[in-house]
């Protein structure tokens, strides 16, 4: 009964804080339906595509959520459920969901372009190649966390097609499913007119059909070979027109995640009421754990539950650009957050039920114990166990790859901005070496390499670094945001406290990884692996520092200037 109040109480309050504080932000910020968005004004058929809502909402939703809200909650449960529980639905509502909501409008403002361009109006132009910069190492870190989470999660011993396959051959060949029928359904809605409700319909049919097919046949290759391929795809994911691949794709995807997200709230209930699992986290286990102590371990373990920087680049680097209406930023910027945050608290009960022995290493990754707790929910000697244990951990695949589409897609766009002056909108505007820096392919190419490379990596080496950096990029994003309304006389208040938490916390733990790795190097025990820790995570400082510099001067300019009117 423990994990029906949790859940209850967290559905509740996030559609409180949807319905109240979401409202509130739209009416300071002044969302205006009427206005054109730049998916209308700057419509070019590759990255400016105006999108159904229902269609935004899943490339959205499915390309925030990846596998952060599954890892991160479950990573930090050994802190208790209550600690998890409170930072889910209090970060939702006032520190991601304002994020999220927040970059949205402020792209939507500035002609769809990224948190680089929005910093370059009110901070300047140092502080835009700077933040390029940091939000470039982040998406390295993005790409190498989630290349390992996708060939961990589809990793065989046999190779090729196999009868009586295993929950990962199943992943494998669903996933590649996936691929294709994204291509047909785009085909079907951009070029042969087929409305979106009939071509949804033919969709969610060609899902079943691909897990009936995944079920019964398999495909295998090894880990490293699955490494190499997924690097192959995202470069081409990354370089195509999104309504081929990334908008039906993620579309599609999302489907997998609420369906998931309902067998689970079933599997509560239904635990609840015929005893199948007994919640085991205790409601606070201690200051210091395993993982850390819990300021600032927790709320940077947590990541993509509650805040996450990524979801500032996607906001501003895919989904501004797919907009068509300004009133539909409020449901896809604020409340995908949400709908995540909950996600996050699904994920603490799952691991709940399989505590004892998640906490013992008896699963391989967090995402195996998610799927290990929802099955568990329906009983361990249910027939449908292994069938719901091999679709969960399909679920987490799947949404792990389309946050690899977006996240190399967005390197793509960054990479580009770096080497272009001003008044230089493309790559084709640029000359000499800038030209061939700024061309789409060659910065992709990089990304994906070196996101590859260290995808090899174990994802405890990744992982922790990732959510300090992705929680120190949502600090850096809401200060840009911030300073941007503050310049356009609007009311930015509300982004301060959240700013500086985040800010604090991060720092923190990028400075505590740095000294551990100095006491590593001192003691000749650190590995490669440890040097990059090392040099990241301090470069990652420095470059915040600079940046917070940069945006303390603009918040006392802006300060200092006479009111300006709203606009």
Not at 54 to 67: N, Q
Not at 98 to 116: C, E, N, P, T
Not at 386 to 396: F, H, P, S
Request: contains cysteine; charged residues 10%.
């Amino acid at each position: 009964m423990t994990a029906v109040l949790i859940i209850a109480a967290a559905i509740v309050l996030l559609v409180i804080g949807y319905v109240t504080y979401g409202s509130w932000l739209a009416k300071q910020w002044g969302i205006d339906p009427k206005r054109k968005t730049p998916a209308v004004e700057l419509e070019d058929g590759v990255d400016y595509v105006a999108a159904k809502p229902a269609v935004l909402m899943g490339h959205h939703f499915s390309s925030i959520a990846g596998a952060g809200p599954i890892n991160g909650p479950i990573q930090a449960s050994v802190f208790g459920w209550l600690p998890v529980f409170l930072w889910c639905v209090i970060g939702g509502i006032f520190f991601g969901g304002l994020q999220d909501f927040g970059s949205l409008f402020a792209s939507i403002r500035h002609g769809g372009k990224s948190v680089g361009e929005i910093i370059s109006d009110s901070m300047g132009s140092r502080a835009k190649k700077l933040f390029i910069v940091f939000a470039l190492l982040v998406l390295i870190l993005v790409i190498a966390s989630f290349v390992n989470v996708v060939a961990g999660t589809f990793a065989s011993e046999n190779w090729g097609f196999t009868a009586n396959p295993t929950g990962n051959e199943t992943t494998a060949i669903i996933s590649l499913g996936f691929i294709l029928l994204a291509i047909i359904y785009g085909l079907l809605t951009n070029r042969l007119g087929l409305k979106t409700l009939p071509a949804t319909l033919i969709g969610i049919a060609g899902i079943i059909l691909m897990l009936v097919i995944g079920l019964n046949v398999g495909f295998g290759l090894s880990r490293n070979t699955w490494i190499v391929l997924i690097g192959v795809y995202i470069t081409i994911a990354s370089l195509v027109p999104v309504w081929i691949l990334l908008q039906p794709r993620d579309y599609l995807s999302s489907f997998l995640l609420y369906a998931m997200m309902g067998v689970a709230l079933v599997g509560i209930l239904f635990s609840a009421i015929a005893g199948t699992a007994t919640f085991e986290i205790p409601m606070v286990t201690g200051w210091k754990t395993s993982i850390g102590t819990m300021f600032p371990a927790l709320f940077i373990t947590v990541a993509c539950g509650a805040c996450s920087g990524f979801h500032s680049l996607i906001s501003t680097g895919t989904s501004s650009k797919q907009l068509a209406n300004e009133a539909d930023a409020k449901p896809i910027g604020y409340g995908s957050m949400l709908i995540e945050s909950a996600l996050g608290v699904i994920s603490l009960i799952a691991v709940g039920m399989v505590f004892t022995t998640y906490t013992s290493g008896g699963f391989g990754s967090p995402a195996a114990a998610f799927a290990a707790g929802i099955a568990t929910m329906f009983g361990t000697d249910s027939p449908a166990y292994n069938t719901i244990y091999a679709l969960l951990t399909l679920a987490v695949s799947v949404f792990a790859l389309t946050s690899l589409d977006t996240g190399t897609r967005l390197s793509r766009f960054m990479f580009s901005e770096l080497f272009l002056k001003e008044g230089e909108a493309t790559w084709k505007d640029a000359t000499g070496i800038r030209r061939f820096l700024a061309y789409p392919l060659t910065g992709t190419l990089l990304m994906v390499v070196i996101g590859c490379v260290l995808g090899g990596l174990s994802l405890s080496q990744i992982w922790g670094l990732f959510g300090a950096a992705n929680q120190l990029l949502a600090g850096i994003a809401l200060m840009a945001v911030a300073a941007w309304l503050g310049n356009a006389g609007k009311n930015n208040k509300m982004f301060y406290i959240p700013m500086a938490f985040m800010l604090i916390a991060t720092i923190t733990s990028l400075c505590m990884t740095v000294m551990t790795k100095i006491g590593m190097v001192g003691a000749g025990t650190a590995a490669w692996g440890d040097w990059f820790q090392l040099i990241f995570a301090a470069a990652m400082v420095v470059l915040a520092v600079i940046l917070v510099i940069e945006g303390v001067q603009t918040f006392a300019r802006i300060a200092k200037a006479p009111k300006k009117a709203k606009r």
